[in-house]
């Protein structure tokens, strides 16, 4: 069995990655956005914030 932090931190990075490609699809879309496009991108925003922070939680947690 792999170990728990590990398992955690891969999740988090595939997170990323499908939210990179979600924003950069959003960027790149010009003219055809759709409705509520902007609201879905600023959702994206908010959850990388929360990785971050789960990030950053997770390596204050090592040091200890």
């Not at 932090?5 to 790149?28: G, M």
Request: charged share 40%.
């Amino acid at each position: 069995m792999q170990n728990p932090l590990k398992e955690r931190i891969a999740k988090l990075r595939d997170e990323i990655a499908q939210i990179s490609e979600a924003s950069r699809l959003y960027l790149h879309g010009g003219k055809k956005k759709r409705p509520g496009a902007a609201g879905d991108h600023e959702r994206r925003l908010q959850r990388l914030q929360e990785i971050l922070d789960e990030l950053m939680a997770l390596s204050d947690w090592k040091k200890l």
